[in-house]
C-alpha cells in the first residue's frame, strides 16, 4: 500500500513540495520493506529533478554505496543522482537494457564522481 501510495502522489499526480519529500526521506531510513525504500528513492530523484542539491546528491550516494542496502535501492539511489544533476533519460542508467538485465549493470563511480563535479559547474557559474 505504501509502495503505491508513493508512486500514485509523487510519480503520477506530481506532489513534490517539501512535506512529501520528508515523507520520502522517513520511508526511505525507516521502512522495512526494501520495495518501499526503493521506490522513496525514486521518488527523492523525482522530487529534485535538476535541482543540483549537493545534499541531497550526496545522502542518496551513501544510499547507493551502503552494502546493507538491498542492491535494487541502491539501484534507485544511482539512477536518482543522475535526475537530481538534470541529466535527460536518455544517459539514465539501464535506459537501453532490459528490466531481466539490469542485476547485471554495475554503478559506475567514475561516473558518479563525474555527475558530483558537474554539480560543482553549475553552481559555481550561477
Known amino acids: 500500500m ?15 513540495g517539501s512535506d512529501m519529500a520528508s515523507i520520502c526521506w522517513e520511508l526511505l531510513e525507516e521502512d522495512p520493506d526494501e520495495d518501499v525504500r526503493s521506490m522513496a528513492t ?10 543540483r542539491d549537493r545534499r541531497v546528491f550526496r545522502k542518496l550516494t551513501t544510499i547507493a554505496k551502503d552494502s546493507k542496502q538491498p542492491e535494487y535501492v541502491r539501484w534507485r539511489a544511482y539512477g536518482a543522482l543522475f535526475k537530481i544533476a538534470g541529466r535527460p533519460p536518455s544517459e539514465w542508467p539501464g535506459f537501453r537494457v532490459s528490466w531481466r538485465e539490469l542485476d547485471q549493470v554495475q554503478i559506475d563511480w567514475a561516473k558518479v564522481a563525474e555527475l558530483e563535479d558537474s554539480l560543482d559547474a553549475v553552481n559555481e557559474s550561477g
Open 42 to 51: 525514486a521518488c527523492l530523484g523525482s522530487i529534485y529533478f535538476g535541482s
Open 2 to 16: 505504501r509502495y503505491y501510495a508513493l508512486q500514485s502522489l509523487v510519480l503520477d499526480l506530481k506532489q513534490k
